[in-house]
């Protein structure tokens, strides 16, 4: 799911039925404003066929916040009709004023709508759509509500009282019932009685609309419910905290998020209040309150409980401002060569290549360097290069922001000296360190003296066909580095240490795979959770989707970048109930960290990089599994598809923009990423060319919410 902004049909685009006489006529609206529970209008039933949908989020419709909200139709829920992928984001800093319009082609039967920003969960109604002209039922549901509990002699309830709506309709049949609380609360669907445990006078508002559209009136009960007798004479205690991103001086960059907590182990808390200022209105607390006007803050808050006793009033103070502009520029770079030239001016025996970076702004992060076309590696004092030959030396730097220099070159000739021209390396690795297989030895990986880094020349990545062959291989290499210079002697003990412990070449030992997850605990720590949701290790060396922390998120391998690849894994559909999970797996996407979209960072890898789908179910979303989503779409087929709860291998296959998929060993999905083929990211800016996205980047694997549940294992790849 990808919010924002779409050339789709069923997506949001500025408001244009002004340009525009021939959209459809019937037109819905949707408004939102400062609330995060519910919207502040919008429709409940509607006619079948085109339909403009019109979704304003703005200072017109009572935002002052600046608060964004999105409209959404949920296509994921069989009991709805899902045939409207509607996704609109807005807000009222956008380009368009927070306002849009969509046109869809609307179904009879019902659509579920919903706002998909985290913390906005009631935000959520339900669309009645009817055959045009409505049919012959012509009469609204019958509708009637009873309150039930223990009563005192004025009547009242004592502790709670429980109400229960019914609706009957014998025309269409009901179609949705539902019900609010007070005199302003938001709608909620009705789907078991209603319990009220709040001391006080009380409403319950409630309605229904059969499936021809007919509403019935909007009806209420009014109650009173009082407290049990208690000996209870103490209040509440309470309790507020304030969180956001700080600056150097404690203050809150942009907004500050204030959360009020009572807890009363007497009566029990009857109602939290809250106050923005010295003489701000009391308001119920229902939510934690977010402050987004720049300035100086007091939040007041106060509770009471069941028995009547109330705690005193408390305050919390604290200063919100602008977040500092961002730093977009960056580091400025240059190169100088130095050494001894010959009358050609080709430099004798050696140059000496010094590297220099500045940044005003956030200050440099890393300078890196490239020679004849090399991998970058990290620049930290000056490269001598001696190889006989014409030499093109790359170098570029990063602010600390995340500005990356254009990369820039200079070349030039050594005359004699340092040998003859290298060969190619045998493997490609830029990794910091020395890792052998997945031993990390913490030693820094060195370019060696034929331009091939230390983990180049150990080939720890080949098939060796016994562990003896391989750990004479690793010794000769390193007895050539230790007598270049390159490392020293307590270094070549750590690197012959590690190749022994990699168990490179031993029976059972998969050769050319390098192994991301191995079902232990320590791999799954070199993975970091981004977003929502999480993951968590299980008895069998798997890792399962959370069921209890929702959001949809991201678990991603930061060590390494990955170009060309095979990658490995198996996967299970343990998906609660009889439906399919949605899942999948990320590809060379950049690092979240620093990146434009870093606050929502499974976007970073679905807006640039690539989604491999995980879906077996047959309905609902159109990308099933082994689909690029948004880009090449599979169906089912059958091939290779197992019953859910089972283990399937699925490997994907990376060479340039070709894509491979195979589940089960049956190929399932070729795809070649060419021009003219974009999925549209969220923001505008796709970094790849001609409709090409990254040649290198993270891998990575989906969390979608807490119904789909997915299983992953034996995850392991190989450079190509």
């Known amino acids: 799911m990808v919010l924002g902004l779409t050339t789709t049909a069923a997506y949001g685009r500025p408001d244009d039925r002004a340009d525009n006489p021939a959209v459809a006529a019937q037109v819905l609206t949707w408004t939102a404003g400062d609330p995060i529970d519910h919207y502040l209008t919008f429709p409940t039933t509607a006619v079948a066929g085109p339909t403009t949908i019109v979704f304003e989020n703005s200072a017109a419709t009572g935002n002052t916040t600046g608060m964004p909200h999105t409209l959404t139709f949920d296509v994921s829920n069989s009991d709805y009709n899902n045939d409207v992928p509607l996704n609109i984001l807005a807000n009222p800093s956008d380009a368009n004023g927070g306002k849009y319009t969509a046109e869809v082609d609307l179904s009879p039967g019902t659509y579920r709508f919903f706002c998909s920003m985290p913390g906005h969960n009631m935000m ?190 408390k305050s919390v103070g604290f200063t ?40 005003a702004e956030s200050g440099v992060d890393k300078v890196e360097y490239s020679l004849d076309g090399g991998p970058y590696l990290a620049y930290s004092a000056p490269v001598i290069v001696d190889p006989v030959g014409y030499h093109v030396f790359a170098y570029r730097a990063t602010d600390k922001a995340g500005n990356t220099a254009p990369a820039k070159q200079v070349t030039f000739t050594i005359a004699q000296g340092g040998g003859v021209p290298a060969p190619n390396c045998p493997e490609y690795d830029e990794r910091l360190t020395v890792i052998v297989g997945t031993v990390d030895t913490g030693v820094p990986n060195r370019l060696t003296r034929n331009r091939c880094t230390v983990n180049e020349l150990i080939e720890d990545e080949r098939e060796w066909t016994s562990q003896a062959l391989f750990l004479k291989h690793v010794d000769g290499v390193l007895d050539k580095l230790l007598t270049d210079n390159v490392i020293d002697q307590r270094e070549f003990k750590k690197i012959t240490k590690a190749a022994k412990q990699s168990k490179i070449g031993k029976p059972g030992q998969t ?139 699925y490997e994907i296959r990376v060479v340039g923009q070709h894509f491979t998929i195979l589940r089960n060993g049956v190929l399932i999905n070729e795809f070649d990423n060419i021009g003219g083929q974009t999925f549209t990211p969220e923001r505008a800016g796709d970094p790849g060319t001609d409709g090409r996205r990254y040649a290198t980047g993270y891998v990575g694997l989906q969390v979608h919410s807490t119904t789909d549940v997915i299983s992953y294992r034996n995850i392991r790849i190989k450079e190509l």
């Not at 509500?145 to 709670?160: I, M």
């Not at 130095?338 to 050696?350: E, L, Q």
């Not at 620093?594 to 890898?605: C, K, L, N």
């Open 320 to 359: 919100v401002v602008e977040a500092p502009a961002q730093d977009t520029t960056a580091p400025a770079t240059s190169a100088a060569v130095a050494g001894d030239k010959n009358a050609n001016g080709a430099y004798i025996t050696s140059a000496k290549v010094t590297v220099t970076a500045t940044d």
């Open 511 to 649: 050769t050319g795979y390098r192994d991301l997850f191995d079902g232990t605990a320590a791999s799954l720590a070199k993975w970091e959770q981004v977003g929502g949701g999480k993951f968590a290790l299980t008895d069998d060396g798997a890792i399962k989707s959370s069921t209890t922390v929702d959001g949809m998120g991201m678990l991603w391998f930061p060590e390494r970048k990955y170009g060309d690849f095979s990658l490995k894994l198996q996967f299970r559909d343990d998906a609660p109930g009889t439906g399919n999970a949605n899942g999948g797996v990320f590809v060379r996407f950049p690092n979240v960290h620093g990146h434009p979209e870093e606050s929502r960072p499974e976007w970073v890898a679905i807006n640039y990089g690539h989604e491999i789908q995980i879906l077996d179910r047959p309905d609902g979303d159109m990308y099933k599994t082994g689909s690029i989503y948004g880009f090449d779409r599979v169906g089912l087929g059958g091939a290779g598809v197992t019953p859910k709860g089972t283990w399937n291998d």
């Open 124 to 313: 959520t109604g339900i669309l009645t759509v009817t055959e045009g002209g409505g049919g012959e039922d012509t009469t609204a549901p019958v509708t009637a509500a009873e309150v039930t509990g223990q009563q005192n002699a004025d009547g009242a309830y004592v502790g709670s009282a429980t109400v229960s709506v019914t609706a009957t309709d014998e025309g269409s049949g009901v179609a949705t019932t539902e019900y609010a609380v007070g005199a302003d609360g938001p709608w909620q669907a009705y789907t078991a009685p209603v319990v009220v445990d709040q001391v006080g006078a009380q409403t319950i508002r409630y309605r229904a609309t059969d499936k021809a559209g007919n509403a019935a009136a909007e009806k209420s009960v009014d109650f009173t419910v009082v407290a049990p007798p208690t000996d209870d004479t103490a209040a509440p205690e309470t309790s507020a905290t304030v969180s956001g991103e700080k600056d150097e001086a404690g203050n809150y960059l942009t907004m500050a998020t204030v959360t009020v907590t009572a807890s009363d182990t007497g009566s029990g808390v009857n109602t939290i209040e809250y106050a923005i200022g010295a003489d701000g209105a009391w308001q119920p607390y229902t939510a934690p309150v977010m402050v987004h006007e720049v300035g100086t803050h007091t939040v007041r808050y106060r509770a009471t409980d069941k028995a009547g006793n109330a705690a005193a009033e």
